[in-house]
């Protein structure tokens, strides 16, 4: 028989960049399967092959990590984080790759 006025109270989990700067394992793999098909996306789009796509990937990843473990999590949306990291990894390529040898 469950008890009158108790109530369960829902539990939110962290958000990634919260886990991320605690250092929790799990984040990098959540990351991933959050926002993954989204920098794939970009990565294909925005590159001449497949290799160039996984490469440009994992810097992204490496970026986010390092940027959201130097940042206030409270500070931005998690969506809009991953995608102007992105954005800005494409940016940088870009100039790097249309700079004169």
């Not at 605690?22 to 001449?48: E, F, H, P, S, V």
């Not at 990843?61 to 991953?82: G, K, N, P, V, Y």
């Amino acid at each position: 028989m469950a008890r009158a006025g108790i109530q369960k109270q829902k539990v939110e989990p962290l958000p990634i960049f919260q886990k991320i700067t605690t250092n929790k394992q799990a984040a990098a793999t959540t990351c991933a399967d959050r926002y993954g098909n989204l920098i794939w996306a970009m990565a294909r789009n925005l590159t001449d092959s497949p290799a160039d796509a996984e490469q440009a990937v994992r810097e992204i990843f490496l970026e986010i990590w390092r940027s959201a473990r130097r940042s206030d999590s409270t500070d931005f949306d998690e969506l809009i984080f991953i995608t102007i990291a992105a954005r800005r990894h494409f940016i940088e390529r870009s100039k790097n790759i249309t700079e004169p040898i």
